[in-house]
């Protein structure tokens, strides 16, 4: 159980928390959600022990493991399955004890550790991780250092689900991937056996994976039952009732402030007046909700086009001499909400380079509208922006020639206020930097607007605001997220990449979300027989072998100690008065050996029967 009571914390001389405490029972899952810049980070860095607090405490069980996503995986020569292996600390050490331990007793107390973590079906797990994460087999052989840092993210998440602690902290992991591990993050939170706190402005997961919110507003903690969508009903009713006990205060405070106005200087009615005002005194003020300032997006106009903006025939492209995608036929007309749906790697990137004109079609027939204008939105532009600059010196930069009043009501429209648009680019939070990359990218009235994940670091008010925008935007709209609510509210339309080309979806993303989870296995019809279970792919089998050696191993290693301990207990001289103490301690160790080995059997067994299940497909 993690206990959070009366902490106090300030940054700066800003207090982020004032007293604010919370319980989070054992084994739940629960969100963590609150405006950017209120503090959940840091509250993050508090319960880790990385800070000190002012004042309160945070408490945890004795010996709890407190795991979070590292900043990277290193840039290592280590392949990303020995990576995440490495993350289980104590079987890493069991592991490199085993091949050196000489002890009897030693050796039998570190195969039964083994046994009891279910060490020797790590490797299993580790690659159904990265597997999830969208890492195929032969990438997981790679070295660390063959990947982008975005990737090298998801290494660090796998390492740290795969090391399995007993309180996880994940801050804003779905921020690293696409649609499908996304999806995946969401089941495997569900099935994860120990306490998990996840800061996230993602409404699908947080709607799919917890059982509660944690909500950080007014530097205090108030924790609500049930998923996201259920907090933000009772958190609205709790703010309405609060508003309408306001209103009703105010009255009568109204009344009683009336009656003494109008006959304090009477003296018949003096005492009456004095006993209402002592009633005004005592009366603790019930204060309105404040709402905060209300986030919004506001995009320029296009004019209108005639009808197909782009059009292609039978197009293909790529990059050099290699072909990505293929057989294009596509139209997309200014009022189409389009989203992109498909695995990472199967083209969505380029595609989007292609619709933007910054890829040339390498073959077949694209025609555009004379007068289209493209605007195009993706996340290594928010790492491009100039960090030296402010937001207005950028818009100067794109618009010299508008005054300063126009450009900061800009910057106001995009929910960049006057103290933002002055501030360095480096010293704004990363949802205010999305914001400045999403105004520069509808500077000029798009017809045309590509968005590849646009909500990473965005708020929960601020994706909200986003559908409201793009919901009334007159332009085309073409959407890459991971964010299952932006796409279920905004996008008509499906295109499914894959298989080196892009075709219409016919499903919805509800029969979408199915088929990535049923990990694409068709269902198969009433009427048909059961299909044949597909054999094991060749590392599969490779590893199944293995799990079966290195059991089989054990259990050689593990009989012999047994037969020299039995030597050693078949000696009469042991069983002499003067040495008793020692008989009784060989004993233990060959009752350590004994349990040990009936362990090792039992996996050795169940290796056996799994291979021979794989073999006999």
């Not at 700066?12 to 029972?25: K, N, V």
């Not at 801050?171 to 996230?200: Q, R």
């Not at 075709?503 to 027989?529: F, I, V």
């Not at 047994?562 to 000696?571: E, G, M, P």
């Amino acid at each position: 159980m993690l206990r959070i009571q009366d902490i106090t914390y300030s940054v700066e001389g800003r207090p982020l928390f004032d007293g604010a405490s919370a319980t989070i029972p054992t084994g739940h899952k629960v969100g963590l959600v609150g405006r950017n810049g209120t503090g959940k980070t840091t509250l993050f860095r508090l319960i880790k022990g990385e800070l000190s607090l002012e004042g309160g405490s945070i408490s945890l069980p004795s010996k709890a493991r407190i795991g979070g996503i590292a900043q990277e995986a290193p840039a290592s020569d280590v392949s990303l399955i020995d990576t995440v292996l490495a993350a289980d600390t104590e079987r890493a050490a069991l592991m490199a004890e085993a091949e050196t331990a000489t002890d009897p007793a030693r050796i039998a107390e570190v195969q039964t550790r083994l046994a009891d973590i279910d060490a020797w079906s790590a490797e299993a797990r580790a690659a159904s991780i990265l597997k999830g994460l969208g890492f195929d087999e032969e990438a997981q052989q790679r070295p660390c250092a063959d990947f982008s840092g975005g990737w090298r993210m998801r290494v660090a998440l796998a390492a740290v689900l795969f090391s399995e602690p007993d309180l996880l902290l994940l801050d804003e992991p779905t921020n690293y991937l696409d649609l499908e591990g996304a999806l995946w993050l969401e089941a495997y939170l569900v099935k994860y056996p120990h306490t998990v706190i996840i800061i996230s402005h993602d409404r699908e997961l947080l709607n799919r994976s917890v059982g509660g919110i944690l909500h950080l507003e007014d530097r205090g903690l108030i924790y609500y039952g049930g998923n996201y969508d259920q907090f933000a009903r009772q958190r609205a009713a709790n703010r309405a009732n609060q508003a309408a006990a306001a209103k009703k205060q105010e009255a009568q405070r109204a009344h009683l402030q009336a009656f003494v106005d109008r006959f304090k200087a009477k003296a018949s009615k003096a005492k009456q007046a004095q006993s209402r005002v002592k009633m005004l005194e005592k009366m603790e003020t019930i204060r309105a909700p404040e709402d905060a300032a209300r986030t919004v997006f506001t995009f320029p106009e296009p004019e209108e086009l005639s009808p197909p903006i782009i059009a292609m025939e039978g197009g293909s492209v790529g990059y050099g001499d290699k072909v990505i995608l293929s057989r294009l036929n596509l139209r997309i007309d200014q009022d189409d909400r389009i989203a992109l749906l498909g695995k990472n790697g199967e083209g969505k990137s380029t595609l989007s380079k292609l619709l933007s004109d910054r890829l040339k079609p390498m073959s077949g027939k694209i025609t555009r509208s004379g007068k289209l204008r493209i605007g195009f939105f993706a996340q290594h532009q928010v790492d491009e922006l100039y960090i030296d600059e402010t937001p207005l010196q950028h818009l100067q930069r794109e618009r010299p020639e508008e005054g300063q009043a126009k450009l900061r009501a800009r910057l106001a429209g995009f929910g960049l206020g006057a103290n933002q648009a002055d501030t360095e680019v480096r010293r704004l939070s990363g949802g205010q930097k999305a914001r400045l990359s999403l105004l520069l990218a509808t500077l000029d009235a798009p017809h045309l607007l590509i968005l590849d994940e646009p909500t990473n670091h965005l708020d929960i008010e601020s994706r909200e605001a986003l559908v409201e925008a793009l919901t009334a935007y007159t332009g085309a709209v073409i959407l890459v997220s991971h964010d299952m609510h932006l796409l279920s509210l905004v996008a008509d339309r499906l295109w499914l990449v894959s298989k080196g080309t892009v075709a219409p979806y016919e499903g919805d993303l509800a029969s979408y979300r199915a088929l990535l989870l049923e990990k694409d296995k068709p269902a198969p019809k009433a009427s048909s027989p059961k299909p044949k279970p597909k054999r094991p792919s060749r590392d599969a089998m490779l590893a199944l072998r293995s799990e079966a050696r290195k059991a089989e191993d054990r259990v050689n290693k593990l009989t012999e100690m047994k037969d020299k301990l039995d030597i050693k207990l078949a000696d009469p001289e042991l069983y002499e008065v003067e040495k008793k103490d020692e008989a009784r301690i060989w004993q233990a160790k060959h009752a350590e050996v004994m349990e040990a080995l009936e362990r090792a059997e039992t996996l050795w067994m169940r290796a056996l029967e799994k291979l021979e299940k794989a073999e006999a497909l």
